[in-house]
């Protein structure tokens, strides 16, 4: 059963990063003569983006950051490089660097959010496709030999997320009374969250691909309110 949950929570973000991927490459192609003025959208349509990120805050505080496995299709793109890799992971510590990184970024973006709208509104469509091109390949070398790095130990919408996964209502546990401490769901960890000597996961930087749970052989891994380890 946790093998099937996995596939279709692969299936479902496969899709999503082929139709926005899709969608992002023939809006900004230089084929396409669909204009686009960013400014006079964010104005018009600014209740679409207040409310997507009100629902990624929500399934934040619900579930963690499952976003970054299911709809991020930069976190996707790194899950499919990571499916070519044969690098098996192991557990990192917590880079603090992402916080700096995360207000650096947040600072950025809410002292100067209009200005950087209206320079995206003079970005020609070719500048858009190559930065995000590059932009792709380097986290497609980091992913292939370092696997979701960039989702835990830079990416600042991430690292706010991986913040409010600590309060998450869902969270992942490691069943001490099931586990046979294999470390197969630590070797198959794509954010090196999971430390199976001592049968733990890190939530904060776990991005909910659910990967442990097809992994393990006991179905020791739980997503669930209650942690399995504390109940009487």
Known sequence: MENIIYRIRLIISICFFVILTGGLI???????????????????????????????LLSGILFGRISCSLICPFGI?????????????????????????????????????????????GVT?????????????????????KHRIFCTDICPCGTIIGLISKISLFKLYIDKNECLSCGMCERGCPSSCIDSFNEEIENETC???????????KNAIKFSIKNPNTES
């Open 125 to 145: 469509k070719l500048s858009f496709l190559i930065a995000i091109t590059i932009f792709l390949i380097v986290i497609g070398i980091l992913a292939f030999f």
């Open 26 to 56: 023939f809006l900004f192609s230089p084929l396409s003569t669909i204009n686009i003025d960013f400014i006079r959208f964010m104005h018009n349509h600014c209740w679409i983006i207040v409310a997507f990120l009100f629902l990624i």
């Open 77 to 121: 793109f790194q899950e499919i490089i990571t499916l070519f890799s044969d690098n098996l992971n192991e557990k990192r510590t917590n880079f603090p660097v992402k916080y700096i990184v995360a207000v650096i970024f947040w600072g950025i973006i809410f002292t100067f959010g209009i200005k950087f709208i209206e320079y995206l509104g």
């Open 207 to 217: 991005v909910r691909c659910l990967k442990c749970l097809a992994n393990c052989p």
